[in-house]
């Protein structure tokens, strides 16, 4: 992302997972895990929209830690079905967040990783934020969020999503009263639009 961010790989449940790690100025809220879109779709840790959810999360004082999952870059192994990518994103949870809060963040496919890795965080972690961008809940069957959680989730669409319908999104929502922040116009990888994303993340985040 700058040439502050810090690659390495650290060892997965399938093999190395290869990190990227941004940090704030000054002292630390919490960590923020954020998992990419689909990877055999083109998903990764280098994806524009994980770039703007790190982004927005140093500026509000976190530390943003992005991962590529299972056969993606330099991380072993192969596609899971999402199975071996919750596994990954706890993997990473677990080295570079062991205790402290906890944000959680997914695009995508990484939606759905995310919301079934708060199942096994959420209630034994502080999980302070959660945050959903494009959550791909016509292709997979998303976990609701905890009740707890739903105060503390954002849960963002594009209008004109053309890879998930927003009616998906709001069929998902519905049953969990869970309110969905729609951006007019927007479509699944928010084209010129990063910058309104970005704000609303931080905004989010920094409360």
Not at 140 to 163: C, N, S, W, Y
Not at 182 to 202: A, C, D, M, S
């Amino acid at each position: 992302m700058n040439a502050q961010t810090e690659s390495r790989l650290i060892n997965g449940p399938a093999g190395a997972i290869e990190l990227a790690i941004d940090r704030p100025d000054g002292a630390t809220s919490a960590t923020a895990i954020i998992a990419h879109p689909h990877p055999l779709h083109g998903g990764a840790l280098t994806n524009k929209v994980v770039q703007t959810l790190a982004r927005a999360a140093v500026l509000a004082g976190m530390v943003a830690v992005r991962f590529n999952f299972r056969g993606v870059g330099r991380s072993g192994g192969q596609y899971d079905e999402g199975r071996g990518e919750e596994d990954d994103l706890m993997a990473v949870v677990q080295s570079e967040a062991p205790s402290g809060p906890l944000a959680v963040a997914g695009f995508s496919f990484g939606s759905y990783v995310a919301c079934r890795a708060l199942q096994r965080l959420h209630p034994a972690r502080d999980v302070r934020h959660v945050v959903l961008v494009g959550t791909a809940a016509s292709r997979f069957v998303v976990p609701p969020i905890a009740k707890e959680l739903q105060a503390r989730a954002l849960v963002v669409h594009g209008e004109l999503d053309d890879t998930v319908p927003l009616s998906a999104v709001m069929d998902w929502a519905r049953p969990q009263s869970l309110p969905v922040l729609v951006v007019p116009g927007g479509g699944h990888f928010f084209h010129g639009q990063l910058p309104l994303l970005r704000e609303q993340v931080w905004r989010h985040w920094r409360h």
